[in-house]
């Protein structure tokens, strides 16, 4: 009865490929997220959907696709992968954004080679 | 801008200890706080929150913080520190565009 699910846990693959991590709530939240930690452990959010609709689109690669098909799950894809995209990609979700606190997930560990 | 400042990247006690661990904020509007903890090989879980209800905000796990206006601190404590309190510590303020800032990271190592 995990909270926030992640799959894969662990993903290994050669630069060029294409590649999705899979996220699922359980919490009956309507808000979820993609963040991005770093080798250096430092955390920067990606995206945010509340209710199917994307909210929060930082700066990153429009390699990088987000695709929620209803609030209890945020997918990401990413296209061609690079050698920098290599780091823990964590989803989380919350009831309402802003000022509310995250659930994480364990985080998928991404290694592109 | 929100932002958030760790000081100390590496913080390390004896088991017994006080453990202190420090964040400043910048906020041009109240801000909304969070610590955040990251065991090994899992995702974060909140410790607190400080929503300007009170100054002293207490935890799980036996830690608190206190905000400070005057400081723009959010300084995290906990009397006696545990060795399962080894972990990696974070900071973070919510922006008022809906985003969750973090700092980057303290780690507290617990010596026997």
């Known amino acids: 009865d995990t909270a926030v699910s992640q799959t894969p846990k662990y993903l290994v693959t050669q630069m060029g490929n294409d590649k999705s991590i899979k996220c699922e709530q359980n919490l009956g939240h309507d808000t979820m997220y993609w963040y991005k930690q770093d080798s250096k452990k430092f955390l920067k959010i990606m995206f945010s959907y509340n209710n199917k609709e994307l909210i929060i689109n930082e700066t990153v690669p429009n390699r990088f696709s987000p695709k929620s098909p209803d609030k209890a799950h945020l997918n990401l894809h990413i296209n061609s992968l690079e050698l920098g995209d290599s780091a823990v990609y964590f989803c989380?979700?919350?009831?309402?954004?802003?000022?509310?606190?995250?659930?994480f997930g364990n985080g998928t560990r991404l290694t592109v080679t | 801008a929100q932002s958030v400042t760790q000081l100390g990247s590496h913080v390390s006690v004896s088991e017994g200890a006080l453990v202190l661990l420090r964040c400043n904020y910048s906020?041009?509007?109240?801000?909304?706080l969070f610590w955040y903890v990251q065991y090994p090989n899992q995702g974060l879980q909140l410790l607190l929150k400080y929503t300007s209800a009170a100054t002293l905000v207490k935890g799980i796990n036996g830690f608190e913080a206190e905000f400070k206006k005057s400081e723009t601190s959010f300084h995290l404590t906990k009397p006696s520190a545990h060795m399962s309190d080894a972990a990696e510590y974070f900071c973070a303020v919510a922006s008022n565009t809906g985003k969750l800032i973090f700092g980057q990271g303290t780690t507290l190592q617990v010596k026997p």
């Open positions: 906020s041009s509007v109240p801000p909304y």
């Open positions: 989380a979700s919350s009831q309402g954004g802003g000022h509310q606190s995250l659930h």
